[in-house]
Every structure is written in structure tokens, then in C-alpha cells.
Nanobody, 122 residues
Framework: VQLQAYGGGLVQAGGSLRLSCAASGRRIFSSNVMGWFRQAPGKEREFVAA????????YYTDAVKGRFTISKDGAKNTVYLQMNSLKPGDTAVYYC???????????????WGQGTQVTVSS
């Protein structure tokens, strides 16, 4: 499956953005976990959120709980990341990827899409 993330941009602190990750090539399997990661300059790629495709189970890193929401549209084969109350510390390139099971380790994810830049100004 090929993944393409989009929807990033420049936003002021406190603002919102919605990222989308469209999958093509095949349907996302119900056993897949779709994850969002981010990578800021000079830092390692870090887990942000994940959703188990065949369920409503979602997972978040503590830094975004209560501000970000991951969701999916099976018909569109797309996963979303709604980001509210954005902070300058959220500035990073955001990526989506797929895994066969839930994990926060980016090494367990495959099919990395091209990232989308999110910049939050203070």
C-alpha cells in the first residue's frame, strides 16, 4: 500500500489543522494499525497517534492527548489526524505509516508516506 500524507501548513499557536493520509494500491486491512509520527529538525521520529483499522481503538502519546484526534474513513481508505490547540512544540514533519500490529516503535512500521510539514508560530 502507498501512503500519502497531506494537509500541513503554517498556523498560529492555538490554531488547528487536519492532516489526511490516503492509502492507495490496496485497501487497508482490518488487522493493520495506522500510525502518525512526527520528526522535528535534529530529533528522532516520534510516535504521535495510532488507530487499529478494524476497530475503534486509538492510541496517543501523552503530549497530544486531549488535543489531537485520530480517525479513519474506511470507504475512503484514509486516516486523519485532527490537531487542535497547536503549540510551537508541535512543529515537525508529520508522517503516516502502517504496521501489522500496535506498536509505538517506528521501526515496526512500513509503507511510510511522504511527510507533510506542520509549522506552529508563537
Amino acid at each position: 500500500v502507498q501512503l500519502q500524507a497531506y494537509g500541513g501548513g503554517l498556523v498560529q499557536a492555538g490554531g488547528s489543522l487536519r492532516l489526511s493520509c490516503a492509502a492507495s494500491g490496496r485497501r487497508i486491512f482490518s488487522s493493520n494499525v495506522m500510525g502518525w509520527f512526527r520528526q522535528a529538525p535534529g530529533k528522532e521520529r516520534e510516535f504521535v497517534a495510532a488507530i487499529r483499522w478494524g476497530t475503534v481503538l486509538t492510541y496517543y502519546t501523552d503530549a497530544v492527548k486531549g488535543r489531537f484526534t485520530i480517525s479513519k474513513d474506511g470507504a475512503k481508505n484514509t486516516v486523519y489526524l485532527q490537531m487542535n490547540s497547536l503549540k510551537p512544540g508541535d512543529t515537525a514533519v508529520y508522517y503516516c505509516a502502517a504496521a501489522t500490529g500496535y506498536t509505538r516503535d517506528p521501526r515496526e512500521y512500513n509503507n511510510w508516506g511522504q511527510g507533510t510539514q506542520v509549522t506552529v508560530s508563537s
